[in-house]
Structure formats: structure tokens, C-alpha cells
């Protein structure tokens, strides 16, 4: 193969496979802040938070003291409020689909950084369900974090920037 040839071909291979290798950027991400609190008082107020339906809608489905991890879930029917809450990403054809419900599942992890301060990471999963006609589509969306901030700033933590 001559030199120019090749130069010319070998960036042209590259950019063919390339997006084969392209990584995706990740659809969960934790929001993190830090909470001026023990770790047991966080979690003992975070616990009350996913269990006192007065403080929020969600069900707690676990909370281990042992790992001070939490995880909690909240059906949505709300199509505006969803909307505020998650992005869901769908192919064309499904883009005419109507929002018919969705759940999210936060998962709280705490972490002792001093006797009086904590680390708190709260992750969210949202699952959308649309529909058109007799057709249903199960989405996994992405976060806006509006969920994490509000549970971080139940737990106590500053306000995010």
C-alpha cells in the first residue's frame, strides 16, 4: 500500500469502529453532599422520612443499620411531575406513546466522615411505562436529581450550588 494511500485510509477505519467502542455515559448517577449529623441521626431521620407518609410518598423496602444503607420506592402516576423528575429517552416510534405510570427506587448510602458529619450518596432508578392502545414500553430514564436534592435535604444537608 503506498504512503498516501494509507494515510488516508487508516483515519477512516478509525472513525468507522470507534463508535462500536464508544462508552456510554452511565443512566444512574448518586448525588452526594455532606450532612453536619451523625451517622445514626441521619439515618434515624432519613427512616422516618421514607416511612411517615406525612413527610413523603415513598415505601421503605429496607433499611440496614448494619451498612447504614436505605432503600426506598415511590409509584408516580403524575405525568407532569414525572416530567420534573426524570428524562426518558425513547425511539421514534414510541415518542407518540402517552405516560401511563413510573417508579423510582432511591437507594441512600451513608458514610461516617467525623463523629459529627456524614456523607450521604443517594442514587435514583426510574422506570417509566408508556402506552399507546394495547402497545406498553418499560423505560429506564435518567434522573434531573430533583429527587436526590430533596431526599439530601430531608437528611439535612445544605442546599446544593
Given at each position: 500500500m503506498k504512503p498516501l494511500a494509507a494515510s488516508i485510509i487508516t483515519p477512516l477505519l478509525v472513525f468507522a469502529v470507534a463508535p462500536a467502542f464508544a462508552i456510554e455515559s452511565?443512566?444512574?448517577?448518586?448525588?452526594?453532599?455532606?450532612v453536619q449529623k451523625p451517622e445514626a441521626e441521619v439515618f434515624a431521620t432519613l427512616k422516618k422520612y421514607f416511612t411517615d407518609s406525612s413527610l413523603s410518598n415513598f415505601q421503605l423496602v429496607s433499611a440496614d443499620e448494619r451498612t447504614h444503607t436505605l432503600v426506598a420506592k415511590q409509584a408516580l402516576t403524575d405525568?407532569?411531575?414525572w416530567r420534573n423528575w426524570a428524562f426518558c429517552?425513547?425511539?421514534p416510534v414510541q415518542m407518540v406513546y402517552k405516560f401511563e405510570d413510573g417508579t423510582v427506587t432511591v437507594t441512600v448510602k451513608l458514610e461516617k466522615t467525623s463523629r459529627r458529619?456524614?456523607?450521604?450518596?443517594v442514587s435514583a432508578d426510574f422506570q417509566g411505562r408508556y402506552g399507546l392502545g394495547g402497545n406498553q414500553n418499560q423505560v429506564a430514564c435518567t434522573s434531573k436529581?430533583?429527587?436526590e436534592d430533596s431526599i439530601l435535604a430531608a437528611a439535612g444537608a445544605a442546599p446544593a450550588k
Open positions: 452511565p443512566r444512574i448517577v448518586p448525588r452526594m453532599n455532606e405525568d407532569l411531575s429517552e425513547t425511539g458529619s456524614t456523607l450521604a450518596s436529581f430533583v429527587v
